[in-house]
């Protein structure tokens, strides 16, 4: 046989393999699950909630929803949080991991084993081993001889019944993943930094309120221990005064302790240290709120925009390329393997034409005697793909019920707003009169600590009424999902990060991927 027929019949071996390698895959291909679908929300069309609610679902949510608060501090927080925050550069870099393994699942298309290779050998044989005896003469043994090679080997085990390309799929859905997981905690990590925020400004409300308290109930203990020094009065409205100025003042202690903790805890999501927190925050403010209506879209955008809902579908979807790739071990895999390069004895005519050499040969291996563990795995890969399945459907329902959950709170707890605002100025007037009477001595002390004990209690009551509406606002748009899309034609990691990835190892042109490329299913 000469080379070239020889050569022919490689390339159509090569030919029949890319014909059989364009089988359709084994295995199921993914769908979107099923799931319930809800066409509105209820507090936006509830009769009785929609002159009050403040929600609106005429039009899409706000992006960068924070901003509806009006509250510098707050936008500086979020943009310092999204530059630093060190457990969204853990999910980053899981994306840039992502991007990797990619790139290996698509070399498993293309032939697995790949080398070039060569060799010198030098050998000597034992000078006592007697001549090769013939029919005819006697052929003395030569006992020391060399040869040199140098070739390149590979091996493709043919993707017939699909399950590189199902890999190829698993890993694109992965990355896909890695990008949700990225933007789920995107989405969590400025929720957390708007709540953590409110709730120290609620603090700092109730600090000045405690304060002010214990300077108006200083003022009446001051008074009871002049009309009692005068005989006006018993000692027990002394005693009565200095018992409610001390637990008031006992106030400020837990809620200097509180405000310092949630500090503590905010500068773990900035990523920086507590000591930065009074320059950022300052020692007094206001809990932010939003005094226009809020869009909150329609429930069916929510399954696209809600980063955890597209994590669950693309889980349900890498693992169905994982059954694919399971039962694919069922049928017979075929093989090819392939040699050429140079051989001779010794080195000098290695280079010559005459000193070529080569191999090709064709093989099929069939696990048949596994068949027992290959079908349990196909259907362990099953069971956990329909699991995924029932996860991604329980996601959307959470989902639904989060943001309805939300929604209800922030509209009842604006009512609640109302009902407190009136209670406070009543109280304050209550109290005044009470200071008023009781030194014309037309009215006990005890007017005085029943009417100020009420004012704390209902200044307390607003501050933490108005701290739900802000909190539950906060949560209405996290339930939405809002707040991921900053990243969009941004990289994953910060650059200095970047920098020092590129600066240890070779990344090519992965540090550099257009990051909206890596969200496609």
Known sequence: MTRATSIRRLMGTALCAAVLAACTPVGPDFVRPNSPVVKQ?????????????????????????????????????????????????????????????????????????????????????????????????????????????????????????????????????????????????????????????????????????????????????????????????????????????????????ELESDLQQTKNALAVLLGTTPSRMTSLLGNSGRIPSSRSNIAVGVPAELLRRRPDVRAAELAAATQSAEVGIAIADLYPQFVLSGAIGLQASGGRDLFSSNSTTGLASAGVVWNVLNYGRIKNNV??????????????????????????????????????????QKSVDASRKAAEIAVSQYTDGIASYSRILNTQTALLRSQSNLIQARQQVSSNLVAVYKGLGGGWQIRQNQEFLPETVLAEMAYRTDWGDLLQEAPTRASLN
């Open 41 to 253: 929300w209820i507090e936006t069309n509830s009769p009785s909630a929609s002159q009050s609610s403040g929600l609106t679902s005429r039009s899409a949510p706000v992006v960068k929803w924070w901003t509806t608060f009006n509250d510098p501090t707050l936008n500086k927080l979020i943009a310092e949080a999204y530059a630093q925050n060190l457990t969204l550069q853990v999910a980053g870099a899981r994306v840039l991991q992502a991007r990797a393994q990619l790139g290996i699942a698509f070399g498993e298309l293309y032939p697995q084993s790949q080398a070039i290779g060569g060799s010198l050998q030098r050998r000597q044989i034992s000078d006592n081993l007697g001549p090769i005896a013939d029919v005819n003469r006697i052929i003395p043994l030569d006992t020391e001889f060399s040869t040199s090679q140098v070739g390149f080997d590979a091996q493709w085990e043919l993707d017939v019944w699909g399950a590189q390309r199902r890999g190829v799929q698993a890993a694109r859905s992965n990355l896909a993943l890695q990008v949700a997981n990225y933007d789920d905690a995107l989405v969590t990590l400025t929720g957390d930094v708007a709540a953590l925020y409110v709730n120290i400004r609620a603090l700092q409300e109730s600090l000045a309120v405690a304060r002010e308290n214990i300077k108006l109930q200083q003022e009446s203990a001051d008074l009871t221990q002049l009309r009692f020094d005068n005989g006006v009065t018993t000692e027990l409205d002394v005693q009565e005064s200095t018992a409610l100025l001390n637990n008031t003042k006992a106030l400020v202690p």
């Open 379 to 420: 259907r362990a890969q099953d069971a956990a793909y329909q699991a995924l399945i029932a996860n991604y459907q329980n996601t959307v329902l959470t989902a639904y019920s989060e943001v309805e959950s939300a929604m209800v709170a922030y509209a009842q707890a604006r009512k609640q707003v109302g009902f407190y």
